[in-house]
């Protein structure tokens, strides 16, 4: 039932290349940032939120990006080495670059917004000849993302890092994290989003990331499963895509789609679902789980990480995830709203 | 002794332009910015400051200048409503661009330093037709500003702006403000300042800041006279040259100079002791008061914002100012270091 | 012998996609470009070129491309309408574009060189959504150029044709063609190339264009065979790899490789060698002959075009390449020096 | 009636700056450039041709642009040689800058246009630096030209060779030539021009040009007189507006106005008409004739070059325009259409 065979002699599980920046989360909640004065600072972007969960899950993990040279780059990095997550694969850009920032503004529960810092932002200057084939080789996973792909020359990084990936028989997942703000047109999104997608094992997206990559296919009636099939024609196993509150399927090359339990949670804020989700599912397929187990097991992860103040820092271990299940299944937990 | 002649018959006071931004300086004082974590958020950039030392002081003001269409830019425009500085001559950009931001670090007293997001900034895309010729026509004083100068199009705003004062008879003061990062070289930065300086009334900068500009000019000893000179033989009535801790100099087309009386001081950062020294001199020259008397004015209001965390939020209003003098020659003031 | 299957049924043999743009080829030849004064002017472009021969072949033939909305490009479209090409997929650009120039110098029939004018041309502008899904899929044979992939938005529009050629079973040829001055750097070309390679049914190049494509591939010894079986893994069927003077080796699939006949020529410049010859060697393969004898058509409709001034008008039509074959046969045509 | 004063102890007669280029006159004349085929090659742009016209007049004549380093510059700088204009002033790029191109098209004696090649041209990259303040200093005139202040760095190598100017006491003639092409909008050509302007003893441009340097003045009719005004409170001793078929109207600073005859001629195009008539107006004032006869001594050199194929090299000298006006006199010459 689960369909990714991995390459257990790897010494190293995880490597995600991408996106590694700064989350400058509002103290003062449920108002707009017209009103808020003071700010928290977190690591943040979707690949690094995601490692940083598979590193608190306890696996061997690593890290492929750039990171301005200056205070926030090095805070960046002093954080990955304090979570124990090789760096090795991680440049000092030179250029003057900038780290990039997320303020957030949480005005309700379900009313959350994000602020972003993207131009000159350090983590897009990654280059070919900085993605280490070593890192890559001696890893079971590599996960890209979405927004890595929006400019050269980390976009030519993150093919260097797929090239690679293929060549030592790296599992890869995608997970397709489409940000607009950083992409030049619609249509420059579907080109590399399927190009990138054709050589992954795992697509993992919302409806909407999926309508975008089909803008030039068709499929009228937005049907998951000529989505999936689409995929399964080259390198995928699974795709899983989100439906938001409705839920998540997970469909398979052999033809089957599955669905996980969800959770209830006193939900903060939205941001960092995604990532914790990511993080528990491919976590769950790591150890052999069925692919509805892995399931649960991330929308447990991203519950935990919703109810609280930072996505990153709120990553949970092992031992969080499976007593939130248990308080769930006892009832112990209600959402809020 | 002050050889300046003011309009009093137009309404206004004062009226700035240029850079408007946000500053996020660091909760935790006396460490590396890799150690900080919480940040306060306050109005920032060079011209703004001295509006709002402008306007604490007691004077009409008004600002001209471009805001990011997000929530850091209704901050700006919020706060300066709070002040009492008319915004009329405040756009809202609709590109996309983004509020500069300043996050400071104080490692000491005298050790500190700014990290600056300056890419794609909203107050660099003023443009020549934003510029309201009847703002500037109702003041007796516009304040330009050299950070302004650094890109097209608010480059050739700061140039309307000074032909509008010189078309109504508004005196204009220049602060040279010199910023490397946002240049695109000393060449470039030396090309405009001048052409720029030809035309003021007023310049205020420090040594450094007019060696950059004697960049193609004959003074090789570094000499504040032959500096002050050269600009009499345009439109400059009074050229003060900072000196640092040596103090400042002011000269005047008459071929005189002038110091003034210093004040102790416990510093807590050296940000925004040029601001405030600036709206307090030219204050000073306002009320018709001698050029040291307004320079020592200016000291004294600089001795109170170095003294607190904030830039903008601590300018002094004229009774605090003239307190702190007061306390000073008391003896109840003393240096820290 | 011939290991590709035309569709038959498609009502069109070819279409190319990418640079269209003018030779300015200098009327006086042996000696350096200071010293020419006039020009002639004729419609340029290695796939243009190579369109412009397969419809002098005889063939039904279309391009897909952009040109500038000037005298330029409407001497281009006037041009492709005598030669017959269908330019259904030609747009206008309405950005003020320019047309590509390429200035001809030729010393000597050995030492020639071009002057290019690419800033701001018109055929890299080509979009995504300009290029006809419709002409593709009635053609047999897409053939797409390296220089067409080296910016956005014309890089993702060949992306597209790909994905089109694919999806309707069109044979796909790739001609290398690589400029370095039109590209970012090295690194990013062999990204781009790699991923187009893949996608390809057959691949020309010289030596020194499969090296750069190999710059993250372990090929110490530039061995053509792993050269040619890379791509094999991949949707090739054919790789030719030109080796200049030396003649060119054609690699199938079956791990067999070809040679083929060459012929003399009086040489009168080199430029439009490798159009024609492209163009009289997929000509061959298209009337099902054998690869060697595809070759040998080639290398004739090559030393027809060396021997004259211009590339795109000296095409030759089959009787002359064949009239030309029979003449060499007869010993009548003899190499200058 | 003339009232500029020359150095005459300074050894040379004149400096221009700026543009310097490539023109591709068709050889085809009276038909529309998709039409054309063959081009003939001349040095071109405004400010060369009027350099090329003093020096052809006998006057001591240099050059201050840049070229770039390929076959087109190289001609540009060896056609200088022969002309015996000082190229000291001369840099040649190292960027890979192209020479900017200007292909004709003469539809018909009144129907001419331009198709402009102005992309990454290297006259605009000439720097302050390489603006030499000696070769300056030596020259009795410099002439600038509107077109080399469209862009950085040109732009500030311009204002560099004002200050030079001023400094060392070299009158300063500015012909707007006013290209919108290589402009960003109006409003900045605008700021720009008006920047140059209050520097210049001598303007020459057309009504439409200073219409457009007055987009921030009032000055609703359109009023040559308040035109000029307005210069003469800056620099200015002479300002000529140009009016088409209606002739041209030069005033003064002392409040009067000139006009000249104008003589017939068989026109070919009309290119090149405003740079011999500069160039025959300024050589006139440097030889001390009224303006009447200065203009009319520009009228004729004008004639010529339009009776002519190319701008640059029909420039005439003293004997030919001396003998153009006799034969007009004597009606000789009667204009076509």
């Known amino acids: ?200 094992d795992i697509l993992l997206g919302t409806r909407e990331e999926f309508d975008m990559m089909e803008r030039f296919v068709h499929n009228p009636d937005r049907d998951d499963r000529v989505t999936a099939a689409r995929w399964f024609d080259h390198s995928a196993q699974i795709v899983i895509i989100k439906h938001g509150k409705e839920g998540s399927i997970a469909y398979t090359k052999d033809g089957a789609s599955h669905r996980a339990e969800s959770y209830p949670a006193k939900v903060v804020k939205t941001f960092g679902a995604g990532d914790s989700y990511a993080a528990g599912f491919l976590y769950g397929l790591m150890q052999g789980w069925t692919i509805s187990d892995s399931m649960a097991f991330g929308s447990a992860a991203a519950c935990i990480v919703i109810s609280s103040h930072s996505c990153s820092d709120a990553m949970p271990t092992v031992e969080q995830v499976k007593d939130y299940i248990e308080r769930c299944n006892r009832g112990e937990i209600v959402a809020n709203s």
């Open 1 to 200: 039932m689960n369909p990714i065979t991995w390459n257990k002699s790897k010494p190293n599980h995880f490597v995600a290349i991408g996106r590694l920046c700064i989350d400058l989360n509002a103290n003062e909640i449920n108002r707009p940032m017209e009103e808020t004065v003071t700010f928290t600072k977190y690591v943040g972007g979707s690949p690094a939120n995601i490692c940083i969960g598979m590193s608190r899950l306890g696996l061997r993990t690593g890290f492929i990006g750039k990171v301005a040279n200056d205070q926030m780059g090095r805070f960046i990095t002093g954080y990955l080495d304090r979570e124990g997550i090789d760096r090795t694969g991680v440049s000092v850009d030179r250029t003057g670059a900038v780290t990039g920032l997320a303020f957030t503004e949480i005005k309700s529960p379900t009313d959350c917004s994000i602020l972003m810092y993207r131009d000159n932002a350090a983590d897009l200057l990654l280059e070919q000849e900085e993605v280490p084939e070593e890192v890559i080789a001696q890893s079971q996973m590599l996960l890209i993302s979405g927004t890595a792909l929006a400019k050269s020359p980390s976009r030519e990084a993150v093919f260097q890092a797929l090239e690679y990936a293929k060549r030592h028989g790296v599992v890869i997942a995608f997970d397709l994290d489409y940000r607009p703000y950083t992409w030049t047109s619609a249509e420059e999104t579907a080109a590399y989003y399927n190009l990138a997608a054709e050589k992954c």
